[in-house]
């Protein structure tokens, strides 16, 4: 199976100030198509997940352009330029490339 | 608006038996793959089991394997949950989502596996 592995797990922030998490697969993530599976949620108190960005870089509909993705095979990072009081949650990376479908452990951002 | 709506969930014994549904609206049900997740209290997200389209080809994680049956009806738009022998360590909250890439979940339901 792939591990995927996210650091830190948990994450203090000042809010107005960036924040940065990071997740690495112990496989290569890039599929057979030459697509690169690599997505990430947020997950709020007492919400379902939703997801932000998919294919390592992509935002969803409705996500702030404060949030950005960046990273290819192995090594990928979420980024929020300015954290703001509603993007306090807990955060996970999940690929799709390979059977089982697997998550990262969670990174949690909380207030400093 | 799309929309994923679960139920079925419960109190239910060890070795017990218990059905899972989510209803699906607003977006091509029979040309999406769908997923079931669960999210054990106080824990992280943990991927259960996925099916194609036209539910021809089906996943299941080792932890649920010959234990659940993920199953859809597109005429319905319905996927479903069989879950079968249950244990203490399934209790989780269960949430469907959609495609194999996950861009829409649903509010999830309970499953409290206990005597």
């Known amino acids: 199976d792939v591990v995927m592995t996210q650091s830190p797990l948990s994450l203090p922030v000042t809010l107005g100030q960036p924040a940065s998490i990071s997740c690495r697969s112990s496989?290569?993530?890039?599929?057979?198509?030459?697509?690169?599976?690599l997505n990430w949620f947020q997950q709020r108190p007492g919400q379902s997940p939703r997801r932000l960005i998919y294919?390592?870089?992509n935002r969803d509909s409705g996500v702030p352009d404060r949030f950005s993705g960046s990273g290819s095979g192995t090594d990928f990072t979420l980024k929020i330029s300015r954290v703001e009081a509603e993007d306090l949650g807990v955060y996970y990376c999940?690929?799709?490339?390979?059977?089982?479908?697997?998550f990262g452990g969670g990174t949690r951002v909380e207030i400093k | 608006e799309v929309q994923l709506l679960e139920s079925g969930g419960g109190l239910i014994q060890p070795g017990g038996s218990l059905s899972l549904s989510c209803a699906a609206s607003?977006?091509?049900?029979?040309?999406?793959?769908m997923n079931w997740v669960r999210q054990a209290p106080g824990k992280g997200l943990e991927w259960v089991s996925a099916?194609?389209?036209?539910?021809?080809?089906?996943y299941s994680a080792d932890s649920v394997k010959g234990r659940f049956t993920i199953s859809r009806d597109n005429s319905k738009n319905t996927l479903y949950l069989q879950m079968n022998s249950l244990r203490a360590e399934d209790t989780a909250v269960y949430y469907c989502?959609?495609?194999?890439?996950?861009?829409?979940w649903g509010k999830g339901v309970t499953v409290t596996v206990s005597s």
């Open positions: 607003g977006f091509t049900f029979s040309t999406s793959n």
């Open positions: 294919k390592v870089s």
């Open positions: 989502a959609k495609a194999y890439n996950m861009d829409v």
């Open positions: 496989q290569s993530l890039v599929y057979s198509d030459g697509n690169t599976y």
């Open positions: 999940m690929q799709a490339a390979h059977w089982p479908l697997t």
């Open positions: 099916i194609s389209n036209s539910g021809g080809n089906t």
